[in-house]
């Protein structure tokens, strides 16, 4: 088969696309025939040398996929050659093929395109897993999404809607503020141009966020304590921010609040089956119902994996940018 491969950490550059080994799939796993992949920052990462895959997954980047079932694993029940489905995958997803753990298979949402539906799996897991599992928000409650206009901030806007929360968004422009508005964001700020704590502030009576899903780490550690309400959860997913902080947690205790830190790409498979089943029983019925629908920016072919990679770089776009190859 032909993947993306990264032969040294670098720009967009180094990635290359070139003829590597099949993978083989082991008991519990499919073999996907990949018919799109979507572009997440870690795979930015990965290719600057930042962010090695786990062990024993797929050296390629990708950590997601839509395609069709061409074998089956030993012990393999419930699927099919042939079935179209997406999948979350700890890596392999910018390839021709994928070996697949059954747990993190999901079928095609009905209405769904078999190449936008690559852009599904990995937003949907980490918003679920997290807003919802961890935050556990609730109908009327407060959340505030940092990076609204991005992959994972239109799915947890169109969520949050879906359940009967308030949704506040943070973004860098009036464009992709009025993106977020479109897709059902009650409050916009601007981080460039607003001081997001004081905003959401106003915007709530001075009550502050149920819910902060945060991108940034270090940068905003402080800050997303300050704007979170009386019981607050602060989930932090990503760390574009920097790693190290310091917090007055004082300020944490007087609201009674909790900060959880979470990934996805490393949990064992029981942890990813546990997640991947709860997106399909509550997104997937959203999903065929139009309730929520993936939001995708740009579809460019696999071999231009380098260019998505600077759009994603350069912040160019709302959604997610999907890679189809063939």
């Known amino acids: ?24 799939p082991a008991a519990g796993e499919v073999l996907v025939e990949v018919a799109a992949s979507a572009v997440n920052r870690a795979d930015l990462l990965q290719r600057q040398g930042f962010y090695e895959p786990p062990a024993g997954s797929s050296p390629y980047p990708g950590l997601e996929c839509s395609g069709r079932i061409v074998a089956l694993g030993p012990g393999v029940s419930g699927w099919g050659v042939g079935d179209e489905v997406c999948a979350l995958l700890s890596g392999g997803g910018y ?29 949907a897991a980490t918003v679920w897993s997290n807003v919802f599992m961890v935050a556990h928000l609730r109908p009327a409650e407060t ?8 992959g994972i901030g239109t799915m947890a806007i169109q969520l949050a ?4 929360a308030r949704v506040a968004v943070t973004a860098g422009s009036a464009h992709k503020l009025e993106r977020c508005a479109e897709l059902g964001a ?55 921010g920097g790693v190290k902080g310091e917090l007055d947690l004082g300020s944490l ?3 009674r609040g909790a900060v959880a830190a979470t990934n996805l790409r490393g949990r064992p498979l029981e942890e990813k089956a546990a997640i991947v089943a709860a997106v399909r029983e509550h997104v997937w019925p959203l999903l065929a119902a139009k309730v929520v629908r993936p939001v995708v ?6 071999e231009q994996a380098g260019a998505a990679h600077r759009v994603l770089e350069a912040g160019e776009q709302v959604g997610k940018v999907v890679l189809r190859v063939g």
């Open 143 to 150: 959340v505030l999404i940092h990076g609204g206009a991005s």
């Open 161 to 164: 809607k879906a359940v009967g």
């Open 253 to 255: 205790l007087r609201k």
């Open 186 to 240: 009650d409050i916009g700020i601007d981080y460039r141009e607003q001081d997001f704590v004081e905003a959401l502030r106003e915007a709530t009576g001075g009550a502050g966020a149920d819910v902060v899903l945060d991108i940034m780490g270090a940068k905003y550690l402080q800050r997303n304590v300050d704007a979170l309400a009386v019981n607050g959860r602060l989930v932090i997913i990503g760390l574009q």
């Open 297 to 302: 920016d740009r579809v460019l072919p696999i």
């Open 95 to 123: 390839a021709e093929l994928v070996a697949v753990p059954v747990g993190q298979l999901l079928p095609v949402p009905q209405g769904v395109g078999l190449v936008e539906a690559a852009a599904l799996p990995e937003v």
């Open 1 to 24: 088969m032909r993947a993306i491969t990264i032969a040294h950490a670098g720009g967009p550059e180094v990635l290359t696309w070139e003829q590597v080994p099949d993978p083989v």
